[in-house]
């Protein structure tokens, strides 16, 4: 489990689209923070950096004490990140308060080992994975990652949700039967079989047409 992270969110009193581009060109993130005990949202700026090195890493798992202008202190989760789709700097960040005892439904992300083990890789099958799953969770039981262990898988074999053991704190919040890691087979071993049933039908087409060569030349004898 990831430690928990310190976030100092600073008070904004101006809004719209021309005060957050002053923000960040000033070095901040426009954010907002809400929650089934927030009466009322709860609106600041956070600093660039800080928000950078947080989105850098596993960030969707990863637990914020948010320092409030107020003074008070909260456990947060980031819902929603906001970037610019060239340069990929934020843009916004949504902020969940946590309460303490009560689940939350958080994606968290999925880390693959195994790999070099798994027969069906050696034999030439690609593995497909999901990249984060959804589960349930108690804000203090937030796994950091959900490790998925593929190495017995054969080709045609698959992982499915509920094959996955939880943390304690921790339940599935979507279909045990969604696939969450499956060997498939490659196109290239796909594209081959095609190929070798085409030679085959030209392996029979030639020994057609010398049978029919043969043919003719007997009818050609027998009529001298």
């Not at 202190?73 to 060239?86: S, T, Y």
């Not at 045609?156 to 498939?184: C, F, M, N, R, T």
């Not at 079989?193 to 004898?221: L, R, T, Y």
């Amino acid at each position: 489990m990831a430690d928990i992270v310190t976030l100092v969110m600073e008070s904004r009193e101006k809004t719209g689209k021309g005060e957050n581009g002053r923000l960040r060109k000033a070095g901040y993130v426009p954010c907002i923070l809400y929650g089934p005990e927030i009466t009322e949202n709860i609106k600041g700026k956070l600093k660039m950096r800080e928000v950078e090195r947080i989105l850098s890493g596993r960030w969707e798992s990863t637990r914020l004490n948010v320092k409030l202008p107020d003074g008070r202190e909260e456990l947060c989760l980031i819902r929603e990140a906001q970037r610019h789709p060239l340069n990929d700097m934020p843009l916004h960040i949504d902020l969940l308060h946590l309460v303490r005892g009560h689940k939350i439904t958080v994606n968290i992300p999925i880390e693959v080992v195994g790999r070099e083990n798994s027969q069906g890789i050696k034999d030439g099958g690609v593995l497909e994975v999901t990249h984060e799953l959804e589960v349930l969770s108690l804000p203090m039981s937030i796994p950091d990652v959900i490790t998925v262990d593929v190495s017995a898988l054969n080709v045609g074999d698959a992982i499915h949700a509920g094959d996955i053991k939880l943390p304690e704190g921790v339940e599935l919040s979507v279909d045990p039967e969604e696939v969450v890691a499956i060997v498939v087979t490659s196109r290239g071993v796909e594209d081959a079989a095609p190929e070798e049933e085409a030679a085959a039908a030209a392996d029979v087409e030639v020994v057609a047409k010398g049978k029919a060569a043969k043919e003719d030349e007997a009818a050609s004898d027998e009529k001298k």
